[in-house]
Antibody, heavy 116, light 108 residues
Framework: EVQLQQSGAELVKPGASVKLSCTAS????????MHWVKQRPEQGLEWIGR????????KYDPKFQGKATITADTSSNTAYLQLSSLTSEDTAVYYC?????????WGQGTTLTVSS | DIQMTQSPASLSASVGETVTITCRAS??????LAWYQQKQGKSPQLLVY???TLADGVPSRFSGSGSGTQYSLKINSLQPEDFGSYYC??????????FGSGTKLEIK
């Protein structure tokens, strides 16, 4: 069974960084692209970026360039999203998703709250 | 970069009605379009990919259509479980793979 298990909720202070994880089971992340999506409270979905775990190549939406860094560890079948210089604008739920003709599997989401 | 314009932003309908949601791309996306449903507090779920192909387990009352820059999601005979938010997303060529702004479907 395909599953994406994301790390737990985070409460971090402004200016800090955070690294969220997404561990896949039921498939090998090297066989596909892994994506990250942001959803602010009561707002729509925003595509952040993707990684090709087979070679580490990444692409980002220009809005997230410099804010987000996506990495992957194929030995643990896990994708990561690191967010830096956090502000209240980064408070959101972050989802990882697998590409399979659309995002056919999603993680359960990680709630990030940025507050002092 | 391709921009996606989705309409309407909200929609109120009754059980049994038929509704249509549309997305317009800023350039030809060659049917590389997906539709998702999201219930409050849950992860989105894939409904349609490649503009017209239903994802596994999606009821046949859902259908996708369109080509070029204009695409639609139609829901026939609305059921209580269909209420929630809907998003389109393109996958044409290179990223960013932008989402539409969403449509909130509510019970009348």
């Amino acid at each position: 069974e395909v599953q994406l298990q994301q790390s737990g909720a985070e409460l971090v202070k402004p200016g800090a960084s955070v690294k969220l994880s997404c561990t896949a089971s039921g498939f090998n992340i090297k066989d596909t692209y892994m994506h990250w999506v942001k959803q602010r409270p009561e707002q729509g979905l925003e595509w952040i970026g993707r990684i090709d775990p087979a070679n580490g190549n990444t692409k980002y939406d220009p809005k997230f360039q410099g804010k987000a860094t996506i990495t992957a560890d194929t030995s643990s079948n896990t994708a990561y999203l690191q967010l830096s210089s956090l502000t209240s604008e980064d408070t959101a739920v972050y989802y990882c998703a697998r590409y399979g003709y659309g995002f056919d599997y999603w993680g359960q989401g990680t709630t990030l709250t940025v507050s002092s | 970069d391709i921009q996606m314009t989705q309409s309407p932003a909200s929609l109120s309908a009754s059980v049994g009605e038929t509704v249509t949601i549309t997305c317009r791309a800023s350039g030809n996306i060659h049917n590389y379009l997906a539709w998702y449903q999201q219930k409050q507090g849950k992860s989105p779920q894939l409904l349609v990919y490649n503009a017209k192909t239903l994802a596994d387990g999606v009821p046949s009352r859902f259908s996708g259509s369109g080509s070029g820059t204009q695409y639609s999601l139609k829901i026939n005979s609305l059921q209580p479980e269909d209420f929630g938010s809907y998003y389109c997303q393109h996958f044409w060529s290179t990223p960013p793979f932008t989402f539409g702004s969403g449509t909130k479907l509510e019970i009348k």
